[in-house]
């Protein structure tokens, strides 16, 4: 069983163009969550999305950034008109579809670079 | 709202010496809690979670933790650390409510074991 797939694993943008990220959750999985990890921090949350829905987006970003999980294929956060800021590790977690949502399986995460 | 706090940001250590990792929490509601180890450039592996029951819970490479109520910790132990215990540690909490699938996380804690 594959775990959580990301790609690309290292993106390279220069300012103003467009980054997708893409996440694959582990087989049978229908709840996926996106992460941010800025250097020398933690990781924080970001959408909470389950097939074509968004849950909890309460921690993206107002303006430039998306994200969906359709009912097939990967799941997608888009950035848009990305700034330097935007640089950071993004990690994808996925969980299974049980009434507990207790454990999150994480990805290797997208190493976004914005020159 | 929740909160994580890893009291400490560094912590070096001798090859063979024990180790802990201090986490506090705050939530207003009952939490899962969970420790993540992260190796250098990767994603984020799961050492042990706490979701009810024993407070005294036992991870994958030796480690484990202690659920403390009244003391809103839990903190992670290992009597002897190896130097590929060498990486970033972060603690996370998560909402007890079903609905809620996503976690809050720590700054993390780097563990350096020297020879």
């Known amino acids: 069983n594959a775990g959580v797939m990301q790609n690309p694993r290292h993106l390279v943008r220069r300012r103003g163009q467009e980054a997708r990220l893409r996440c694959s959750p582990m087989?049978?999985?229908?709840?996926v969550y996106w992460y941010r990890q800025l250097p020398e921090e933690g990781l924080k949350f970001m959408v909470y999305?389950?097939?074509?829905?968004?849950?909890?987006e309460s921690g993206m970003p107002k303006e430039r950034f998306s994200a969906e999980f359709p009912k097939e294929g990967p799941s997608i956060l888009r950035i848009q008109q990305v700034v330097r800021g935007d640089s950071a590790a993004y990690f994808c977690?996925?969980?299974?579809?049980?009434?507990?949502?207790?454990?999150?399986?994480f990805g290797p995460g997208t190493r976004l670079t914005v020159l | 709202a929740q909160s994580v706090t890893q009291l400490d940001s560094q912590v070096p250590v001798f090859e063979e010496a024990p180790v802990e990792l201090r986490c506090n929490y705050s939530?207003?509601?009952?939490?899962?809690l969970f420790w993540y180890v992260q190796y250098p450039n990767q994603g984020l592996q799961l050492l042990l979670k706490?979701?009810?029951?024993?407070?005294l819970v036992k991870g994958i490479n030796g480690f484990e933790a202690e659920f403390n109520k009244s003391q809103t910790s839990f903190h992670l132990r290992k009597p002897s650390v190896h130097i590929s215990d060498t990486a970033e540690y972060f603690c996370?909490?998560?909402?007890?409510?079903?609905?809620?699938?996503?976690?809050?996380f720590g700054d993390g804690t780097t563990l350096t074991v020297k020879p």
């Open positions: 706490y979701l009810s029951g024993s407070t």
């Open positions: 087989k049978g999985h229908s709840h």
């Open positions: 977690a996925s969980s299974p579809p049980s009434l507990s949502t207790d454990t999150q399986y």
């Open positions: 996370a909490v998560s909402d007890y409510d079903t609905n809620a699938g996503k976690s809050t």
């Open positions: 999305l389950q097939k074509e829905n968004i849950i909890d």
């Open positions: 939530s207003s509601v009952s939490v899962y």
